[in-house]
């Protein structure tokens, strides 16, 4: 397999929505899974595809530790084995936070998937009070997409959030 060729897998749900996740392998031996944890996306962003389909549903946990399960397995043979997992596909992770954060509780669990914590990332677009409750409940990592250097550039992304974002975000990286 060529280093870094990226493999999307498609997830039809039982409700008939569609998911994405997309394995990343790298020249580097580590192999990247980005799991959805929602159909569609209340974020808005501009310049997201995602977003622009608004949001349909939060993925259970089950739907979310399903794709890094189905990852492993299906590519198995082509890699060594899957190293890292980001929350970095479909969705806002912290707005299904209560999954999110069951999820990669069972993705870092000596009975579950056995991922490093530092190996596991959640990435967000800035919900501030669920990044305190993410950095309180959770050891795995945390992204935040900053997209724009003020809340006015980001207002005009679209971002249906600002309110002195980056003084907040500042202030959660402080807490």
């Known amino acids: 397999m060529e280093p870094e060729r990226m493999l999307q897998i498609l997830f039809s749900l039982e409700d008939a929505s569609v998911i994405e996740t ?6 580097r031996g580590r ?3 980005c799991v ?4 569609g996306c209340a974020m808005n962003c501009q310049f997201c595809f995602t ?6 549903k939060h993925l259970s946990t089950a739907e979310i530790v399903e794709q890094a ?3 492993r397995k299906l590519f198995s043979d082509e890699f060594d084995t899957i190293t890292n997992v980001v929350f970095m596909g479909m969705g806002e992770p912290l707005h299904n936070v209560d999954n999110v954060i069951k999820a990669s509780s069972i993705m870092v669990d000596e009975q579950g998937l056995q991922f490093s914590p530092r190996k596991v990332t959640v990435s967000t677009s800035g919900l501030v009070p669920e990044i305190k409750r993410f950095l309180n409940e959770s050891n795995c990592d945390l992204a935040v997409s900053l997209n724009a250097t003020t809340d006015e550039v980001k207002f005009k ?3 249906s959030i600002v309110v002195k974002w980056f003084d907040t975000i500042m202030l959660c990286c402080i807490y």
């Open 51 to 56: 977003g622009r389909m608004g949001l349909r």
């Open 22 to 27: 997309v394995v990343i392998p790298s020249a």
């Open 157 to 159: 992304f679209g971002y």
């Open 69 to 71: 399960v189905f990852a």
């Open 36 to 39: 959805s944890s929602q159909v």
């Open 31 to 33: 192999t990247t899974v």
